[in-house]
Nanobody, 128 residues
Framework: QVQLVESGGGSVQAGGSLKLSCEVS????????LAWFRQAPGKEREGVAA?????????KYADSVKGRFTISWDHGKETLSLQMNTLEPEDSAMYYC????????????????????WGQGTQVTVSS
């Protein structure tokens, strides 16, 4: 059974940094997708950053976080991270880790429909 467990959320002032982590377990495929999404109150869940765990190691970022956020994967620790710098109040949201495996990628890497497993989320609050 696949499990995704996020940690690292918290409260920070604008301009600050946070690092989120997601412990991934139970995926036996050699090629799979991992991503971070976020959802603010009253808004749809949106993709933040995605990473393909395969020979290609493709990375994709939402335009709103390019240059500020960095996604990374530690294969040995099976941990997906999201380093978030220069945080803005607009970054405040619940952040979710997501994974997909074993099926063709039929959607964009930052599309919620591309993922079949989700973590419980970790809250990020950025104050101005």
């Amino acid at each position: 059974q696949v499990q995704l467990v996020e940690s690292g959320g918290g409260s920070v002032q604008a301009g600050g940094s946070l690092k989120l982590s997601c412990e991934v377990s139970g995926i036996t495929a050699t090629s799979y997708l991992l991503a971070w999404f976020r959802q603010a109150p009253g808004k749809e869940r949106e993709g933040v950053a995605a990473f393909t765990v395969s020979d290609f190691g493709r990375i994709k970022y939402a335009d709103s976080v390019k240059g500020r956020f960095t996604i990374s994967w530690d294969h040995g620790k099976e941990t997906l991270s999201l380093q978030m710098n220069t945080l803005e109040p607009e970054d405040s949201a619940m952040y979710y880790c997501a994974a997909d495996w074993g099926r063709p990628v039929g959607w964009g890497l930052l599309d919620v429909r591309a993922y079949q497993s989700w973590g419980q989320g970790t809250q990020v609050t950025v104050s101005s």
